[in-house]
């Protein structure tokens, strides 16, 4: 059972525009929501977090909106710059006995077009 | 601050041969240790995680195996490699025990890229 769906699968952005990323989960055991960006052949890198109880949070031009109630949340990255293209993974996490679990969406890969 | 280190980068073999990439930790003690695998344009699979040393649990049988010989050295094995087992290996460690800001989530290694021929 997928609990995290992620979308669109790719997306292309002119240079400057707005990149959207949507995610909705399943768990409502989830207390972490990590955003990872991932460059070809490399491995992720957390990107910026957010607990549910925020429903906004802000780094820089990259910004993530939380809807509690409807289970989703997105990911905004402001002014994109070609240096953005990556994949970029969301993510759900609950304390499971000691140990994170930590469940991904399926990657969203991002094209940002001179 | 913390490093984590993974190796072979790379690595080609041919099916039926052994497996044995590793996994170390710099920088903190008695981290979570995770093994996951990346099929090409694909999510991320969790594998093994670890809470300690010698304490291993697995996410999906499958035809590898995992151990924690030292605190914060993590390896991941196999007998005889199949076809299927192909992909990109990452490895991640998380801290134990604290919560809030970026303590809360998983710190990912380099990667491993295997091709099984």
């Known amino acids: 059972q997928q609990q995290v769906k992620q979308s669109p699968q790719s997306l292309i952005v002119q240079k400057g525009g707005i990149s959207i990323i949507n995610c909705a989960y399943e768990?409502?055991?989830?207390?972490?929501f990590p955003w990872y960006q991932q460059f070809p052949g490399k491995g992720p890198a957390l990107l910026i977090a957010?607990?549910?109880?925020?429903s906004e949070k802000k780094e820089g031009r990259f910004t993530i909106s939380f809807n509690k109630s409807a289970k989703q949340f997105s990911l905004h990255i402001m002014d994109s710059q070609p240096g953005d293209s990556a994949t970029y993974f969301c993510?759900?996490?609950?304390?499971?006995?000691?140990?994170?679990?930590?469940?991904f969406g399926t990657g969203t890969k991002l094209q940002v077009i001179p | 601050s913390q490093t984590i280190h993974q190796w072979p980068a790379t690595l080609v073999q041919p099916v039926g041969s052994p497996l044995s990439l590793e996994c170390t930790v710099e920088g903190t003690s008695n981290p979570n240790l995770y093994w996951y695998r990346q099929a090409a344009g694909r999510g991320l699979q969790l594998l093994f995680y670890?809470?300690?040393?010698?304490?291993i649990s697995s996410e999906v049988p499958q035809n590898l195996s995992a151990s924690r010989p030292q605190d914060r050295q993590f390896i991941l094995s196999s007998k005889k490699l199949l076809l299927s087992d192909s992909g990109f290996y990452l490895c991640?460690?998380?801290?134990?025990?604290?919560?809030?800001?970026?303590?809360?989530?998983?710190?990912f290694g380099p990667g491993t890229r295997l091709t099984v021929l």
């Open positions: 957010i607990r549910p109880d925020v």
């Open positions: 768990n409502t055991a989830f207390d972490y």
């Open positions: 991640a460690w998380s801290v134990q025990g604290l919560a809030g800001g970026r303590a809360d989530t998983q710190y």
């Open positions: 993510a759900g996490r609950k304390n499971s006995g000691g140990y994170q679990k930590v469940t």
């Open positions: 670890s809470v300690g040393i010698g304490q």
